[in-house]
């Protein structure tokens, strides 16, 4: 564990402009998996539940439409590097749409995960806390 508290994977971090410079579809795929990984983080510390409630919990925060709303929060604060990933995300093409889902609030949703799968792969550890820190779970 590096002193962040987060588990670092990766043999090595990229720099921000290496980070910013992967295709989105890359930091989307990784971002989709550091977001659910912080909301079964923050859900297991919050809950005392049966882990079956605490899995719908989860179900529920990291579909589509909740990703898309926890965007709409942290929009206002994100840094101009962070608008950029995000709209790569936004624009980038994609093959399939959840049936439960529109394409404009898929596509919102693949913009936050490659924010997320950014400031994962550049390192950027406390960026990651403080936004997830608006979580409304």
């Known amino acids: 564990m590096n002193k962040s508290g987060a588990i670092m994977f990766l043999d090595s971090v990229y720099s921000e402009k290496e980070a910013f410079l992967l295709s989105s579809d890359k930091l ?3 971002g989709d998996a550091v977001f659910e990984l ?67 609030i898929y596509h919102i949703a693949t913009g936050l995960e490659a924010v997320f799968g950014y400031l994962y792969i550049s390192g950027q550890f406390g960026r990651i806390k403080e936004l997830s820190g608006y979580m409304n779970l």
């Open 38 to 104: 912080l909301v079964r983080e923050t859900l297991s510390s919050k809950y005392d539940a049966d882990i079956g409630e605490v899995n719908k919990r989860k179900v529920d925060a990291v579909c589509c439409e909740a990703q898309a709303e926890f965007f709409r929060t942290i929009e206002p604060i994100l840094n101009d590097r962070e608008t950029s990933v995000y709209k790569r995300g936004r624009n980038a093409h994609i093959g399939n749409v959840p049936k439960k889902s529109s394409p404009q």
């Open 28 to 30: 989307a795929f990784v």
